[in-house]
């Protein structure tokens, strides 16, 4: 079972996402009230409204169980098919960057670029690794989820204390005042800032999925959320300045970023023999770190098709126990092995790789769909009456009329906003199309899967019936 402990770590750890910090960071000292905004437009709703569901519904698969309750069982499927495969699309991405930090520490590697098997080669003895950890059970993940903590509080505490050293010898890098730290609302960009900040700071649902298997859930999770809450704004916030005093946020990149920056401030103080020293061990962390996302990630949302496999809505092998290690092994390989069979593609090249970029692009779009149910339950159930234990959201009913409402908004506008092409995209309407039909796609295959459940449902109730 998991502890209030535990949780904290598992939330901090599936939602604090270091290497897309430079992304944020890359918006200079606003970004500090940009996280602020985000703060109060999606984090405290989305807090507000898990801490809300869960102690109405505290049993595992989380959201399907609220989104069941409050619109019926085809949204409650719906809902749960939709983060089910943002994210085993999400998983490849977070395999192959720790992939590439594994790799870079190989012996006799040169400074070129990993060839892809290797990398393939890596990413899949990683998965295979934490797959069989979370087939053995929650307590050997959140050992994990544990040192991949640790791995984080290192890596921002090491990366603030050199921060400070730069600031002491040349000066920071940038200028951070009252105003310069305002949001800067630019129209569509900064709008779409926005969304790109919520989506970081997603993920405070994802504990709920494990409903059963935390102690005291209905007390617990409430508990787990508030504090993991303050725990992740703290790093993000301490994260992007540190970065932003080592390096203006023009010269920062997207995918080394981080570890660019750990580079030049390193080297502006030790030299090149303490940079290599900084790469080598912010690479171990790293590793460590994403290794850990994947960890809860997978473990999490396995419990989705695990739950709806009791329900019979998937085939009741996806409910099934394993007899010696009582953990649901059907739904957590059929999070592994299509995860594996995308980390494959994504290494063979030409066309099939094209296919696999437009995935991952195509995941933060399936990854909002689900919140809107989750705000739109906590609308829909406000009206229901509420027992002693049940930690309400402030105000009442006005109070989740609120706060289900904003982030209904903040969603929704995030939705849109991640379908419009980039600058970079040359042909949109190419884009709108690909975007609209994989969607379109996706829901038709959970709508397949549903008619076949019901169908699979009323058969074995039939004898029941009679």
Do not use: K
Not at 102 to 116: E, I, N, W
Not at 339 to 351: D, I, N
């Amino acid at each position: 079972m998991l502890r209030f402990r535990d949780l904290v770590w598992f939330y901090v750890v599936a939602i604090f996402v270091i290497r897309l910090v430079p992304v944020a960071a890359a918006a200079g000292p606003s970004v500090v009230g940009w996280w602020a905004l985000a703060l109060a437009c999606f984090f405290l709703p989305l807090g507000l409204t898990v801490i809300d569901l869960s102690a109405r519904e505290p049993g595992e698969g989380g959201l399907y169980l609220w989104v069941r309750r409050a619109f019926g069982e085809t949204h409650g499927f719906l809902a749960a098919w939709f983060y089910w495969t943002s994210t085993v699309i999400y998983l490849p991405s977070v395999l192959m960057f720790a992939a590439a930090q594994v790799a870079g520490l190989l012996p006799g590697r040169g400074s070129g670029p990993v060839d892809p098997p290797v990398l393939g080669a890596i990413a899949l003895a990683l998965l295979g690794v934490i797959t069989l950890v979370n087939l053995r059970g929650v307590r050997g993940a959140a050992r994990i989820t544990a040192v991949s903590v640790g791995a984080s509080l290192v890596t921002v505490l090491g990366l603030v204390v050199l921060a400070v050293v730069v600031a002491m010898r040349t000066g920071s890098a940038t200028a951070f005042t009252l105003a310069s730290m305002r949001p800067q609302v630019d129209g569509l960009d900064g709008l779409l800032f926005l969304s790109t900040l919520a989506y970081m700071f997603a993920g405070l649902e994802s504990g709920s999925l494990l409903g059963d298997e935390v102690r005291d859930a209905r007390r617990t999770i409430p508990r787990a959320v508030l504090v993991a809450g303050i725990v992740i704004t703290l790093l993000y916030v301490a994260t992007s300045v540190a970065m932003l005093v080592i390096v203006p946020g023009s010269s920062l990149s997207g995918l080394e970023g981080f570890t660019d920056v750990v580079r030049t401030g390193a080297a502006s103080v030790g030299g090149p023999h303490l940079a290599a020293a900084a790469t080598t061990l912010v690479s171990v962390l790293l590793a460590v770190m994403a290794v850990g996302t994947l960890s809860v990630w997978l473990g999490a949302a396995a419990r989705l098709p695990f739950v709806v496999g009791l329900d019979r809505y998937l085939p009741p092998r996806f409910g099934a126990i394993h007899p010696r290690w009582q953990t649901p092994h059907v739904a957590i390989l059929a999070m592994a092995v299509p995860a594996a069979v995308l980390v494959v593609l994504s290494v063979a090249g030409g066309p099939v790789e094209q296919v696999y970029r437009l995935l991952v692009a195509l995941e933060i779009v399936t990854f909002l769909f689900p919140f809107l149910y989750i705000f739109g339950a906590l609308v829909a159930l406000r009206h229901e009456p509420a027992d002693a234990s049940h930690r309400r959201v402030p105000g009442g009913r006005t109070g989740a009329l609120v706060v289900g409402g904003v982030g209904l908004l903040v969603t929704a506008g995030s939705l849109i906003l991640a379908m419009l092409p980039g600058d970079e995209v040359a042909d949109p309407r190419s884009f709108y199309l690909t975007v609209v039909g994989s969607l379109a796609l996706n829901l038709t295959i959970g709508t397949v899967l549903l008619r076949r459940g019901r169908r699979r449902r009323a058969t074995a109730l039939a004898p029941d019936l009679a």
